[in-house]
Nanobody, 131 residues
Framework: QVQLVDSGGGSVQAGGSLSLSCKFP????????MGWLRRVPGKEREGVVS???????SYASSVKGRFTISEDDSKNSLFLRMSGLKPEDTGTYFC?????????????????????????WGQGTLVTVSL
């Protein structure tokens, strides 16, 4: 298991913004899908956004237009800018990497496959959005 390091969570009022960061091993970017996922107690894991090695992205419909993923490969870092936050965005966010083949050749399938095995992930960072 390859450990990723994510950070940046916190508490914010509805409508506010937060930015998350993730550091990853340099070699992983070209071989694996990457992205941000979130977990909420009592619910299945939810894919927030995925990004492939060609920079193709896919956002969950619930966050599209509000969240933006970006990367800085020179720093081996991945970011998630979250704006217009809603209470339903509350959860533990973590960055992750997974096998592209296992995902059927499409990184975005993680959004509809809560059972899809991950190969590396961060410890998670809590995001709390209040009214």
């Amino acid at each position: 298991q390859v450990q990723l390091v994510d950070s940046g969570g916190g508490s914010v009022q509805a409508g506010g913004s937060l930015s998350l960061s993730c550091k990853f091993p340099a070699w992983i970017r070209s071989r694996y899908c990457m992205g941000w996922l979130r977990r909420v107690p009592g619910k299945e894991r939810e894919g927030v956004v995925s990004i492939d090695s060609d920079a193709t992205t896919s956002y969950a419909s619930s966050v599209k237009g509000r969240f933006t993923i970006s990367e800085d490969d020179s720093k081996n870092s991945l970011f998630l800018r979250m704006s217009g936050l809603k209470p339903e965005d509350t959860g533990t966010y973590f960055c992750a990497a997974w096998d592209r083949i296992r995902a059927g050749g499409n990184c975005a399938t993680v959004n509809v496959r809560p059972d899809l095995s991950l190969d590396a992930w961060g410890q998670g960072t809590l995001v709390t959005v209040s009214l």
